[in-house]
């Protein structure tokens, strides 16, 4: 049969798994709709101002992606984020409380009452929480209601767009999930793993970015291929006996040994993949929240606030429009001119849906208000991005085990057929590196 092998997305995963591919001396054909690589990841220029469409920093402390960015000659490239990123703050009663990073922090913040320092304490007797879990029920049940409202809700608003009602502990985060089962409790979990000390293969934690931007990564990995069709939508694909084939609008390609489908599953259906019916439901009861996300630059003296970290993030119970905001001239230099700063706010996403989707005017003025309020604006934006993403992150919720045993079914029952991406595995960037890598590596031995 032949050998090729097609992968269909450019985002961080279809690149990853293609370089690894290539660098077998397989042959390998990656497939794009979009003119340009990289999925989510996106950086432009504006006349000094420089900003992402979607993820802003890539957390480095995996061996596998420090390798990687090394193998594409980008470990000169490598910007680390201000040692005040580490300086995170959360609204509480109207006002930024720094979040505290290690147990005496915790014990002195007034962030947390005194009933909610206790309750901590007591998390080794809570017991374990029944098996599908969602996240607020977990932290509840261990932490208390203090807790789960105004560090975890803020957090999974931040990062996964979402609401820790909704998602499922084990899938969201298996880690937690994986330390409760084996040490029956969090604190002791912890305590165990800085007992045991930090593994020496692994480098440092750090945030980071590159010179130019996050894009970076992707031009280099697509320019390091060596056949790729980006403007090509793959419409169908179909086994036959001498192998897969892809069909676009006006084109076919093939045969192929295997073919890898990257693309977002509310893009799925049963032309690109032979689904039973059943399984087709199950994908789409998927949701990826809609989230808007302004781009805002103002001259330092009509902001308050020193802007001082990486960002805040507000608590549903605080009752804002807006779900956090980075400080993105804090976090890396050269993103705004002399004199300015530039802010990433987020709104929308599984808490307040109906807000996503207005106008760029309504949500600046909606996101105006409580940047006044919280660090002390004064005065209009000088510049103004506003990025709609109408479907943003998978959100993986209770259940998510039926998900999963669709792709398993749709792979044994096609072989050669490989599903991958932030749908499986983990939705943060370092997570889609890694699990692009390791198919990679599967389909260059096989």
């Given at each position: ?7 269909v ?37 504006s ?21 990687l ?9 490598i ?28 014990l ?5 009452s ?19 879990a ?5 932290f ?9 409202n ?10 996964y ?23 029956g ?89 032979p ?34 970290g ?22 890396f ?47 209009a ?20 085990d ?17 599903l ?27």
């Open positions: 049969m032949n050998s090729k092998i097609a992968i997305g450019a985002g961080i995963t279809g690149l990853t798994a293609a370089h690894r591919v290539k660098k077998s001396g397989k042959k390998v054909h990656l497939f794009d709709r979009k003119p340009e690589p990289g999925g989510v990841i996106g950086t432009e220029d006349a000094g101002w420089r900003y992402e469409l979607g993820p802003n920093t890539l957390l480095l402390k995996d061996p596998e992606v420090e390798k960015i090394n193998d594409l000659n980008l470990t000169d490239r910007v680390t984020a201000n040692q005040q990123a580490s300086k995170r703050f959360i609204v509480k009663e109207g006002q930024l409380h720094e979040l505290p990073t290690s147990f005496s922090g915790f002195s913040t007034a962030l947390f005194g009933r909610a320092k206790r309750r901590l304490l007591r998390e080794p007797f809570a017991g374990k929480v029944q098996p599908g969602t996240v607020a029920q977990f509840h049940q261990r932490f208390g209601a203090e807790i789960l105004y560090a975890v809700n803020p957090f999974i608003a931040g990062i767009a979402g609401s820790p009602d909704q998602l499922s502990l084990k899938h969201t985060f298996p880690a937690l999930h994986r330390m409760q089962q084996e040490s409790s969090v604190l002791l979990g912890g305590i165990r793993k800085m007992i045991k000390g930090r593994d020496s293969n692994k480098p440092k934690r750090r945030l980071i970015s590159f010179q130019t931007g996050l894009q970076e990564l992707p031009k280099a990995l697509i320019s390091d291929l060596e056949d790729t069709r980006l403007n090509q939508e793959i419409k169908k694909t179909e086994h036959r006996s001498d192998g897969w084939f892809l069909q676009t609008e006006s084109a076919e390609y093939g045969p192929y040994s295997d073919v890898v489908i990257t693309v977002p599953l509310h893009k799925w259906n049963r032309e690109l993949l689904f039973q019916h059943h399984e087709i439901q199950t994908i789409k009861s998927v949701t990826y929240p809609p989230l808007s996300v302004l781009v805002l630059g103002y001259k330092k003296e009509d902001i308050e606030h020193p802007l001082d990486f960002g805040f993030l507000v608590p549903e119970k605080e009752g804002r429009s807006v779900l956090g905001a980075l400080f993105t001239s804090t976090l230099k050269n993103r705004a001119p002399a004199g300015y700063h530039l802010l990433t706010v987020f709104i929308g996403g599984s808490r307040q849906p109906e807000l996503a989707g207005k106008t760029s005017a309504e949500l600046l003025d909606l996101t105006k208000k409580d940047l006044a309020d919280l660090i002390g604006l004064k005065d934006p000088n510049f103004n991005k506003h990025i709609y993403w109408p479907r943003s992150i998978p959100q993986y919720h209770t259940g998510y039926d998900v999963l045993a669709v792709f398993d079914s749709l792979e044994k029952n096609n072989p050669g057929l490989h991958a991406g932030n749908f499986r595995g983990g939705v943060s960037v370092p997570d889609c590196i890694k699990n692009g890598l390791i198919l990679g590596e599967k389909l260059a031995a096989g």
